[in-house]
Structures are given as structure tokens and as C-alpha cells.
């Protein structure tokens, strides 16, 4: 028998994420109506035409490519700390984040903004979860401190050689588009980023839908899980590629929007328990209406945008501090 606290949790997640696209299509400096934007969606004419150009040009990709972006983080975090079985782990503290940014701003530098850059940030996102995974093996296996100072380890060398990308980059030009680039923002959404970065996440965690309740079982111990018949290693390389490939494909249209991974399936345990069957979808749910609401408040809030990054890492630093003390005793083994 399904637990009605799990039904009525994601019941009430997806009304809340209902709410935050209509909150997050009225919010701003030119307020539209709520009929005017069902009117507009339905393709009806509306008393104030400017809202349309609104609606449709601004605020519409930003919110399609937030809930994007917060799903799919979300994924991937529910996806890493099964394959490694430990909630301390996401794209952003193995370092996936750090090298797909350094990619990007190497794409940006080289060839502008352009399809290059999606397609170097995917390349360095592989390459970075490659050089963790190769560096906290030991004896044929992954221990969380291993993998927790290999993500430092990667992400220190990638963000000097973002460094070193600023520093050769032209500052009239260049420089200031590489700088807000990867402070994460959505204030350029658009359409093309949508239908660039959409496929590659909807993919990655599709994927991950797939294999769902086998999440359930690597996140046992291997001996346990090989028992029960699963293939662990051609599971934990569908986890590694289809996390990098949602991870880089986000870095690449917003930059570097930190511990959504982290915090949405921390908090979406709490509401539907550790069952992957339900967590995968209410962390997604969840992560469209974190990053969607903070995305809202950050071009909200005062006269000037506030970059993304900011406020989800003050939300998601203090989310990691939690965890971690919670699973000091584990980090010994």
C-alpha cells in the first residue's frame, strides 16, 4: 500500500511549483496579470500588448530554463550520492561544475558565445568527473574522503586555469562576459538556450528515471548489490554520464549555479523518505521550485540582478555544513 504522506508531498510540491511559474510570469518591473498570462499562453489577444512581448520574450524562456536547470541539478545530486552513498556528494563539490565552467569560459574566450561553448564545457565536465573518479579509486573502490579531496583537488586546478583565462582575456570585452558568465545567471535566457541545453538534461534524466530503483540497490553495499544481480559498473558509468551531461549542459547556458544539487534531494528526503522510486521525482519537482523562486527573487529584489550562484550557495553551504556533521563518523571508513 503507497503512504499517503509521500502522494500528499509531491501532490502539494507540484501545486507549488504550479504557483511559482504564475509568481515568477507576473513578478517584476512591468507587473502582468494572472488572466492576461493564461490569455497569452492560450494564445488569446490581451488588453496590453506590451505584456505579450513580455511574457513571451523574457520571462517565459527564463522560467522554462530555471525549472530546467533546477531539475535537472537535482537529478544528478540524487544520482552521484546513490552511486556513492552518501548525501555529502553533487556535480558541484566532485568539481563536474568547476571544469565544464572552465570549458565554457575557454569556448567564450576563443570562439564568443556560440555552440562551441556548450560543446567544450561538455567536453571538460567528462573530463573533470573522469579525473575524480580515477583519483579516489583505491583498492577497487570509492571512499567518500577520497572522493570529497579529489572533487577540492579538481575543482582547485580548474578554477586557477579559469583564472588563467581571465587573465589573458581581452577586459573590454571578453573579460566582463567570462566574470558574470560564471557568477550563474539566467538574466540572458533565452529560447535558443532552452532548446540547446534542454535535450541534453531532459536525457540525462530520463536516464536516470529508467534506472531508478536500481538506485535503491547500489546505494547498498557493492557485495549486496552484486548479489541481487546488478551490474554495478555498467550502472555507475550510466550514473557518471548522464549526471556530467546535465551538469555541463546547465553550466554551459547559466554558468555555475551552485548546491542546488545538494539541497533539493537533502530536503526532499526529509518530505518522501530515501526510496529513489519517489526521490528522483520529488527532487526534481523540488529543485524546479527552488531554483525557480530564487531566480524570481534575484531579479526582484533590488534595482540591479543579483547572480543566482549567490543566494542558492548561501541557502546550499549551509545545507553541506549540516550533512557533513552529520556524517563525520562515515568519512573514516
Keep these: 500500500m503507497i ?16 504557483l511559482a511559474v504564475i509568481a515568477a510570469l507576473c513578478a517584476g518591473r512591468y507587473a502582468v496579470k494572472v488572466s492576461d498570462i493564461f490569455r497569452i499562453i492560450a ?8 505584456a505579450k512581448t513580455v511574457i513571451l520574450s523574457l520571462r517565459l524562456p527564463r522560467v522554462l530554463l530555471a525549472s530546467l536547470c533546477g531539475a535537472g541539478l537535482s537529478a544528478a545530486g540524487v544520482g552521484l550520492q546513490a552511486m556513492f552513498g552518501n548525501p555529502l556528494v553533487s556535480s558541484h563539490i566532485l568539481g563536474v561544475s568547476a571544469s565544464a565552467g572552465f570549458g565554457a569560459a575557454l569556448g567564450i574566450l576563443l570562439f564568443g558565445r556560440s555552440w562551441a561553448v556548450q ?3 561538455l567536453l571538460f565536465g567528462f573530463g ?3 579525473i575524480v573518479c580515477a583519483m579516489s579509486r583505491r583498492q577497487g573502490r570509492t571512499g567518500i574522503l577520497l572522493l570529497v579531496l579529489s572533487g577540492v583537488i579538481v575543482t582547485a586546478v580548474f578554477e586557477a586555469l579559469t583564472s588563467l583565462v581571465k587573465y589573458v582575456a581581452d577586459p573590454e570585452e571578453k573579460l566582463p562576459a567570462i566574470t558574470y558568465y560564471l557568477m550563474g545567471s539566467l538574466a540572458s535566457a533565452s529560447f535558443r538556450d532552452v532548446f540547446s541545453a534542454g ?35 555498467r550502472v555507475r558509468t550510466l550514473i557518471v554520464i548522464a549526471t556530467t551531461l546535465i551538469a555541463a549542459s546547465i553550466v ?8 542546488v544539487g545538494l539541497a533539493a534531494p537533502h530536503f526532499a528526503r526529509m518530505l518522501v523518505g ?13 529543485g524546479g521550485v527552488f531554483v525557480l ?31 557533513l556533521r552529520r556524517s563525520e563518523g562515515s568519512l573514516h571508513d
Excluded at 494564445?43 to 506590451?50: F, N, Q, S, V, Y
Excluded at 530515501?274 to 523540488?286: A, I, Q
Design 3 to 18: 503512504p499517503k504522506k509521500p502522494i500528499l508531498a509531491e501532490s502539494l510540491l507540484l501545486l507549488l511549483l504550479g
Design 43 to 50: 494564445g488569446m489577444e490581451t488588453a496590453d500588448p506590451r
Design 119 to 121: 560543446g567544450m564545457a
Design 128 to 130: 573533470g568527473m573522469f
Design 199 to 233: 535535450p541534453a538534461v531532459l536525457a540525462g534524466v530520463i536516464a536516470l528515471w529508467v534506472i531508478r530503483w536500481r538506485l535503491n540497490v547500489i546505494a547498498l553495499s557493492e557485495d549486496e548489490a552484486v548479489s541481487l544481480g546488478i551490474d554495478i559498473r
Design 252 to 259: 554551459s547556458v547559466c554558468g555555475i549555479i551552485s548546491f
Design 274 to 286: 530515501s526510496d529513489h522510486r519517489r526521490l528522483l521525482g520529488t527532487s526534481v519537482v523540488l
Design 293 to 323: 523562486a530564487v531566480d524570481t527573487l534575484c531579479r526582484t529584489v533590488g534595482a540591479s540582478e543579483i547572480p543566482l550562484s549567490i543566494v542558492t550557495a548561501v541557502v546550499g553551504a549551509p545545507v553541506f555544513a549540516f550533512l
